[in-house]
DNA sequence: GGCGAACCGTACCGTACGGTACGTGGCGGC
DNA sequence: GCCGCCACGTACCGTACGGTACGGTTCGCC
């Protein structure tokens, strides 16, 4: 096939990104129902005919919405500036906090979830793969980052990076994310109003959890 | 519609339970795509009119097959017996913990949910409200008489419970959940292998935080 | 034994949608 | 200025599926 190559490298003429913006449009709009060849084409004001020839079919289509939103995440380098107090990680760490929790609470990622979750039923499927490790694994380095910058200046305290995310992820998302798939209102998650608060709260128990000043098993 | 009866009281005939549990079996084997009217009757062996009379259309369909997996879920009712030592409670505990994971890596919890999820982006469907207001709750429920309970013996300390549970919830299950909706294979979170490890791993940070030996707050 | 209700199996209808083919209109190359 | 390329738009086809109608069969009830 050759929209493989395509969705494998990642890269899109404009013409494709638009259409690809346009199918995401229409994602969160409607879910992956709404999204039918010919109502892509006229939403995006192409042809089927160059949807197609892009992209192999619709399968194809809704495999190229995910890589190109995927490729669309950018890693914030993490300022590994020397020096810096425990105040400025607790800073560092509630933007991840808050950033992680906008990011999964955002409308197209919560359409683009649930494509490929309703995708992982269906064939064997390397779409959730995808999302999860391009997203996900985004997410994952910059906390990662953070989490060996902070041992590091001797502010917190563990052996097991991958355990230690897994444990400030599950304090901090908890079962919204789930719970937000589902179609559960983000106010009644109190979000995006007690996002802070919420975040404060997980650090905390983070803290009491990894950080230096407390022993650690 | 004279099936949304059948859905509120969750009161199925026999018949009509076999034929949602055929259902079920469509569902976890091959996801929402796999329900249609025809397979469903030919697999149930009962005729379309049938599911219609039932059920009304196909979504009543999907939505009496949530009312009834939900029905069948029972709160295992906890043993209130008083003078439990501390190391009763972690029992108890670390049977929730695993009863949990159980369960929400469960194939038919696994399809019911991407269902949910499926559903929840195209109408305004209380159909996710179903699932988590039933499993939820009842496991809510559990945990919740659970923790209480730790509390008036002593072993545990936290004010708000519902903060603890979702501590709980957090801690337990991370984000393996909304993986195992994206596809991921339970082999590569360390299911069900690793499954009594994980949750050792999450009572010991648990008690760390709300333990009455440590200092809360 | 006769009757009606419930249900099965099947045949049928309408439609929506995935996929293909064709005609048309810009646009760069010669 | 002519030509080939690419993409747009549209019209078309086949099919799968939701929903309905109908004849036949079983079963309980009088």
Redesign the pocket.
């Known amino acids: 096939m050759n929209y493989q190559s395509k969705v494998e490298d990642s890269e899109f003429?404009d013409?494709?990104a638009?259409?690809l913006e346009a199918g995401l449009a229409l994602l969160v709009a409607g879910g992956e129902?709404?999204?039918?060849?010919?109502?892509?084409?006229?939403a995006?004001?192409?042809?089927?005919?160059?949807?197609?020839?892009?992209f192999?079919?619709?399968?194809?289509?809704l495999s190229a919405m995910i890589a190109y939103q995927a490729s669309k995440v950018r890693v914030p380098a993490a300022a590994a500036s020397a020096n810096r107090s425990a105040e400025d990680f607790r800073v560092d760490f509630e933007a991840f906090g808050n950033d992680l929790l906008t990011v999964l609470s955002g409308s197209t990622s919560i359409a683009l979830n649930r494509l490929a979750v309703g995708q992982a039923s269906a064939d064997g499927a390397p779409l959730g793969d995808l999302l999860v490790n391009r997203g996900r694994s985004a997410i994952r380095a910059r906390a990662k980052a953070l989490l060996e910058a902070a041992r590091r200046a001797g502010h917190l305290r563990f052996d097991d990076t991958e355990e230690a995310f897994e444990t400030l992820y599950g304090l901090l998302v908890r079962d919204k994310h789930v719970r937000m798939l589902l179609g559960e209102k983000l106010t009644s998650l109190g979000l995006p109003l007690d996002q802070n608060k919420q975040v404060e709260r997980a650090l905390d128990q983070f803290y009491r959890l990894y950080g230096a000043e407390f022993a650690t098993l």
């Open positions: 003429t013409r494709q638009q259409v129902k709404a999204i039918t060849t010919a109502g892509l084409a006229r995006a004001n192409c042809s089927k005919e160059s949807l197609y020839k892009w192999g079919d619709r399968e194809g289509v």
